[in-house]
């Protein structure tokens, strides 16, 4: 099966959708086992659970996010090495990142298990809500050795254009995860721990599957266990990379921890309809994170190979196809809304905070590609912190800022949604700028 992509020449839009669209079917699939975990442990009548769920979702995404930025580090270097014929700096690259990826869930085990209680307790999650939040966490996070290396994995395998083999790794794992769901938390009545074991497990599948598929690779991304080993400066070029979309995505998740921890204070209702709300939002936020690895690995071949102006191309479709996209996808949720907040639950106090945050948030979502894509761009060009400090200003600190003046004088969780669109607005006019003025130097 030919699984490689020449990236270097021939039509654009063509080769970005064959290429974004298994990475956006496979993040869904991740999300769809959260999805599935809320939907079981809701079947089971058991609200609070949900709001356990929901309860830990920025937390998750806290310690996940910073290494699936991290992962950025591998598609620019590896596309670069590929654009500028380096081969023979590929393998040590793989085998850095893999190992690398291993010993950092290993970490975070241990971490989670220190910080689980202390730090959901510091968000205000509610004492009836408490222990299963903290269980919850504890469990998933022993799969986490197992979802950094599937997303290293699949990052490496991504650089030469196969998207379609970490799809279906997901596919199969995702199977297992609904299946395994069913069994533990309804026939067994293990409710919030029964989900957690079975995503923890549906994760093992998943990174086996990858690895597997590394194994049996010819050429250069060929993983070979008698090779596992870091290599100081393949990880420096990693990190120098990858650290500044790390630490963005990290400060990001705690700018959403200190919004979760304002709408926890509103009540177990809030937090589960803000939890289904989030499923969809994160439903469409991955088709912009599929465009965005394609942007960021077909500029660093082009820009490895000195084709400035194909990065430009680049660019512009990535823009309009993740634009055209998000918005076909957010608008079919908010004309379903009944239906699809349905599938999650029969509360109409749930259900109400649902809508509101579908209307103000979801309506408005398209606005992410303008920092998304530009930011991937930039990176795929070499420049990783600039993105990276614009976006921590304008949709971090600029977060928090509002949680601790607006939403402290106004009892209203509108207010506390209306501060996505407003951090949007400002990021992406900010990081569209810094892209037209470093690609007018290089040009």
């Known amino acids: 099966m030919d699984t490689k992509m020449d990236m270097l020449h021939g039509p654009l839009l063509k080769k970005i959708l064959i290429f974004a669209f298994p990475i956006i079917m496979g993040s869904i699939l991740q999300q769809l086992f959260s999805a599935v975990d809320i939907a079981v442990v809701g079947l089971a009548g058991d609200s609070n659970g949900q709001a356990a769920i929901g309860a830990n979702t920025s937390v998750i995404a806290l310690f996940v996010n910073f290494f699936v930025g991290l992962a950025v580090g591998i598609n620019v270097v590896i596309g670069n090495y590929i654009g500028s014929n380096h081969k023979e700096r590929i393998r040590s690259t793989v085998h850095t990142a893999i190992i690398f990826a291993a010993l950092s869930g290993i970490f975070l085990i241990l971490l989670v298990e220190l910080v689980a209680r202390p730090m959901l307790k510091l968000m205000s999650t509610p004492d009836s809500v408490l222990d299963a939040a903290v269980t919850y966490l504890r469990i998933y996070t022993l799969g986490m050795p197992f979802i950094l290396i599937y997303n290293f994995g699949a990052a490496v395998l991504r650089t030469v254009g196969d998207t379609k083999r970490p799809l279906y790794a997901l596919i199969a794992a995702g199977a297992i995860n609904v299946v395994l769901d069913i069994i533990l938390a309804i026939g067994l009545s293990m409710g919030v721990s029964g989900v957690a074991l079975a995503t923890a497990f549906s994760n093992v599948i998943s990174s086996l599957l990858v690895i597997i598929f590394l194994t ?27 650290l500044p979309s790390g630490l963005q995505t990290m400060v990001f998740s705690i700018a959403n921890i200190c919004i979760q921890a304002t709408i926890n204070s509103y009540g177990s209702s809030a937090m589960a309809g803000n939890a289904i709300a989030l499923i969809f939002e994160v439903l469409a936020y991955y088709v912009v994170t599929g465009i965005n690895q394609a942007a960021v690995t077909f500029t660093s071949q082009n820009y490895g190979a000195g084709n400035i102006k194909r990065c430009l191309k680049v660019f512009l479709i990535s823009m309009a196809v993740a634009v055209a996209l998000t918005n076909i996808v957010n608008l079919s949720f908010i004309a379903g ?14 259900a109400g905070y649902a809508y509101l945050r579908f209307k103000v948030v979801l309506a408005v979502q398209f606005l992410i ?27 971090c600190v600029l977060r928090i800022i509002w949680v601790n003046t607006v939403c402290a004088h106004v009892h209203d969780i509108a207010y506390v949604f209306v501060v996505y669109p407003v951090s949007w607005i400002v990021t992406g006019s900010l990081v569209v700028a810094a892209f037209v003025k470093v690609y007018r130097t290089i040009n």
């Open 216 to 242: 049996k690779e010819e050429g250069h991304i060929k993983l070979l266990f008698s090779e596992l080993k870091i290599n100081a400066d393949d990880l420096v070029k990693l990190l120098k990379i990858g």
């Open 369 to 395: 590609c303008s920092y998304e894509i530009s930011g991937s761009v930039l990176r795929g060009l070499g420049h990783s912190l600039l993105p990276a400090v614009i976006t921590i200003f304008g949709t």
């Open 337 to 350: 809304e009944r239906f699809f907040v349905g599938l999650f639950t029969t509360d109409t106090e749930v």
